[in-house]
């Protein structure tokens, strides 16, 4: 089984995730992860994306793709994998169904968390950050010492601020509308997930809509 996780930021798709994969015993993967794991491994896609990383540039869809193949490939994947950040733009959809037919596989499902945006702002605004560890908190002020003891002090990231979080929503949205019309259009298993509620009923529904 392999289904691709979509979501705007602060949806929950990457804790609902990883609640999804244990339930299974699947593993679940991210782009960031396996472009990590390549690097560190020193493989040839990986030195490519380090040299990319390095002059602080994207690395390119089809290097991103081919370092997915090769995870995809991986005996441990076998039963099936959490996708989670990997497809964002059309080209990276079409990309992905290229590697999982070429591995001779297929997409089972793409799941959707839904939240509306003004949820999502006053969830993503009241997050505070320590200065020190780094650690996210919810509820706290900014100003407020860490809770962990560390001695630093909560602060609110520049990218959560209001606006900054409107903006990253808009991109998603304009982004996010044509992929899910692409995979509605190419015959994709889309099921939409109800995000808002406590982590068990969110991944409740989600596994209900999986093992549909």
């Given at each position: 089984?392999?289904?691709?996780?979509?979501?705007?930021?602060?949806?929950?798709?990457?804790?609902?995730?990883?609640?999804?994969?244990?339930?299974?015993?699947?593993?679940?993967?991210?782009?960031?992860?396996?472009?990590?794991?390549?690097?560190?491994?020193?493989?040839?896609?990986?030195?490519?994306?380090?040299?990319?990383?390095?002059?602080?540039?994207?690395?390119?869809?089809?290097?991103?793709?081919?370092?997915?193949?090769?995870?995809?490939?991986?005996?441990?994947?076998?039963?099936?994998?959490?996708?989670?950040?990997?497809?964002?733009?059309?080209?990276?959809?079409?990309?992905?169904?290229?590697?999982?037919?070429?591995?001779?596989?297929?997409?089972?499902?793409?799941?959707?968390?839904?939240?509306?945006?003004?949820?999502?702002?006053?969830?993503?605004?009241?997050?505070?950050?320590?200065?020190?560890?780094?650690?996210?908190?919810?509820?706290?002020?900014?100003?407020?010492?860490?809770?962990?003891?560390?001695?630093?002090?909560?602060?609110?990231?520049?990218?959560?601020?209001?606006?900054?979080?409107?903006?990253?929503?808009?991109?998603y949205h304009a982004q996010t509308a044509p992929v899910l019309q692409w995979y509605v259009e190419h015959g994709a298993n889309v099921q939409r997930i109800d995000a808002v509620g406590s982590f068990d009923e969110v991944t409740a529904r989600a596994l209900a809509a999986v093992?549909?």
């Amino acid at each position: 089984m392999i289904v691709v996780l979509l979501g705007p930021p602060g949806a929950g798709k990457g804790t609902q995730g990883e609640r999804i994969a244990d339930a299974l015993g699947i593993p679940k993967i991210a782009t960031g992860d396996v472009l990590r794991a390549a690097v560190k491994a020193g493989t040839e896609l990986g030195l490519a994306a380090k040299g990319f990383m390095d002059r602080g540039d994207l690395v390119p869809d089809e290097v991103i793709l081919g370092i997915m193949r090769e995870a995809l490939a991986q005996p441990e994947q076998a039963k099936g994998v959490i996708l989670d950040g990997v497809v964002r733009t059309v080209p990276q959809a079409e990309g992905l169904a290229a590697v999982v037919r070429a591995l001779g596989r297929t997409l089972d499902m793409v799941l959707v968390f839904d939240i509306a945006d003004d949820l999502l702002v006053d969830r993503l605004s009241g997050r505070t950050t320590c200065d020190t560890c780094q650690k996210p908190f919810t509820g706290l002020r900014p100003g407020a010492p860490c809770p962990d003891g560390t001695g630093g002090t909560l602060v609110r990231r520049k990218d959560d601020e209001p606006e900054a979080i409107r903006n990253r929503l808009r991109v998603y949205h304009a982004q996010t509308a044509p992929v899910l019309q692409w995979y509605v259009e190419h015959g994709a298993n889309v099921q939409r997930i109800d995000a808002v509620g406590s982590f068990d009923e969110v991944t409740a529904r989600a596994l209900a809509a999986v093992r549909r």
